[in-house]
């Protein structure tokens, strides 16, 4: 009998010790996860939440990102931006902004107060461009008379918006920080 005991103690003492080594081995497992598993779990989990910022800052991020192009004319826009305002001109300002290319060029070739009339024939006078001009209240009227050409008048709002860009264009020219087109 006393040999049963021992081989039973001993079986005993087997199964505790292939318990403990199993214990051991979950143990083991577990630990190589935590150390191995949470990393990637974890770096996953972080990308998800900037995903998940980045949905919602989305429209404010491109928002920003979308001004650096006004960026590219640094304060020489800003500077235009609060004389205008300063001057009440905030509204003409957006309708001169609105302008084609050929509509601006010619507002800046006629926007000028001039004492006498001039005759300008450049191949931006056009009855649809200086239509243009007047519906954003920067000529007051326009005719075209029988001996052709056209003939108009720049309102004051336009004389003193061009004064406005004139001035900022000389600044800007002479400080050597001439803006640039915006594509």
């Known amino acids: 009998m006393p040999e049963k005991k021992i081989s039973s103690s001993n079986v005993k003492k087997e199964n505790t010790t292939k318990d403990n ?3 051991q081995a979950k143990l083991a497992v577990r630990l190589a996860l935590i150390e191995h598993g949470s990393r990637p779990l974890a770096i996953l989990l972080i990308g998800v939440g900037i995903l998940l910022w980045l949905t919602w800052v989305r429209d404010p991020l491109f928002e920003v990102l979308n001004r650096t192009q006004d960026l590219k004319f640094g304060s020489f826009e800003l500077r235009i931006q609060a004389e205008a305002d300063a001057q009440n001109l905030g509204d003409a300002l957006q309708n001169l902004r609105e302008l084609t290319a050929d509509q601006l060029a010619l507002f800046l070739v006629i926007g000028r107060d001039r004492q006498q009339d001039i005759q300008y024939r450049g191949p931006e006078v056009t009855e649809e461009n200086l239509q243009a001009l007047k519906d954003a209240g920067l000529i007051v009227d326009f005719r075209k008379p029988p001996d052709g050409g056209f003939q108009w008048r720049v309102s004051d709002d336009g004389n003193r918006l061009y004064d406005i860009v004139s ?13 640039t087109a915006t594509p």
């Open 167 to 179: 001035l900022n264009i000389q600044l800007a020219i002479s400080l050597g920080a001439a803006p």
């Open 21 to 23: 080594q199993d214990q």
